[in-house]
Structure formats: structure tokens, C-alpha cells
């Protein structure tokens, strides 16, 4: 497959755009609809002055990949030069958002395997930086989970119920609420009872 882009870039590059299609064609033939390859493609018909095959071959990369960045920008630009300004400014802000998207999610692993070794505030750092990016109702879950290890009841009700309005069809979310009001109620009333205990005789 490597040696296949390779062979396919040099032609593209050299100005042999048959050989690269050639190339490129056969690919897809042998491999299906994979959007690296149908990207390569759109990319060769840019380069041959064919701007609405080229659009073709980057929205044909974006059905089979909805999250590659790089066809979504690159089908934007295609459509500012065909005129298309407001569908561009459009596909544009959804290649960002999308971009967005996939960097809140690389944030969220971090946290992930900060928790995994008991970093509770690091963990917090990078579900912030996730949130920033993206409000996902499972970033939200996360951090409502540390808070209530944490014993900050008050915080973590406020994240879940973020996490509950984002996606009200959340069954993890809804039993981790009962969980913390039952966990918050259980501390209260060991602190209650610890007072009184520790309370001096008249």
C-alpha cells in the first residue's frame, strides 16, 4: 500500500497525472472506498484544473471518513473557488468543529490514562481541555466521577447534571446522580454523627 502512494505521489509530482490516476483508480478498485486514497485523488484532479471532479472525489472521502479533516478543508477551498462561498464557510466551520472533535477526544484518553495511575488532578486538567474543545455528555461523567471520589459532592452534581441535559437518554448518567446524592448524604451524616461524638459533655 505504501509503495503503491509512493509510486502515486512521484507521478502526481513528475506530471504524469494518467499514471497517478491509473495508480489511484486500481486502488479503489482493489480496496474499496477508503478516504486517504479517494483525498490522493481529489487532489490530482485539482492539480488538473477538473475543481468539480476534484470536489467529487474529497465529498466521496468525507462519506467514508466523516472525520477526515484534511478532505473537509479541501473540499471547502474547492467550493470558494467554484463560488460557492456560503456552502464553504459552512463546510469550513464544520471541518474545524470537527477537528475540534477529534483533539477533545485525544484530551479525554489523556485523562484516561491519568486516572489509570490515580492523577486525579491531571485527569481534571485534560476533561477540562476536552470540554473546551467539545461538551460531550461522557466528558462530563468523567469528571462528575472524580469529584465524587474526591469528596466534592457540590461539584459533581453540578457536572452531572451538565452531563444528564447534554444527552437525556443517559442511563450511566442518571444512576451516577443517585449515586452521589447517596454518597453526599452517607458523608453528611457520618460528619453529623462524628461531631456529636466528638461533641464534650455539659
Not at 3 to 9: G, I, Q, Y
Not at 76 to 95: H, P, V
Not at 143 to 171: C, G, H, W
Amino acid at each position: 500500500m505504501q509503495n503503491s502512494l509512493n509510486d502515486f505521489k512521484s507521478a502526481l509530482f513528475a506530471g504524469d497525472f494518467n499514471l497517478a490516476e491509473n495508480i489511484g483508480l486500481v486502488q479503489i478498485q482493489q480496496n474499496g472506498e477508503k478516504a486517504d486514497w479517494l483525498n490522493e485523488m481529489g487532489l490530482l484532479y485539482l492539480m488538473k484544473g477538473d475543481l468539480p471532479e476534484a470536489l467529487r472525489h474529497f465529498d466521496r472521502a468525507i462519506v467514508a471518513d466523516h472525520f477526515y479533516i484534511e478532505a473537509q478543508f479541501n473540499a471547502a477551498i474547492i467550493l470558494s473557488d467554484l463560488g460557492f462561498y456560503e456552502e464553504a464557510s459552512q463546510r469550513f466551520a464544520d471541518a474545524c468543529r470537527h477537528e475540534g472533535v477529534l483533539l477533545a477526544q485525544k484530551h479525554y484518553d489523556m485523562a484516561q490514562f491519568y486516572l489509570s495511575m490515580r492523577k486525579l488532578e491531571s485527569a481534571e486538567e485534560e476533561l477540562r481541555k476536552a470540554i473546551a474543545l467539545h461538551n460531550c455528555s461522557d466528558f462530563y461523567v468523567e469528571l462528575t466521577r472524580i469529584y465524587i471520589e474526591q469528596k466534592k459532592f457540590d461539584e459533581a452534581l453540578v457536572e452531572i447534571e451538565t452531563a444528564i441535559s447534554l444527552n437525556l437518554n443517559n442511563p450511566i448518567a442518571e444512576n451516577l446522580r443517585s449515586q452521589c446524592l447517596q454518597a453526599k448524604d452517607n458523608f453528611l451524616s457520618s460528619d453529623k454523627t462524628s461531631g456529636e461524638l466528638n461533641t464534650p459533655p455539659f
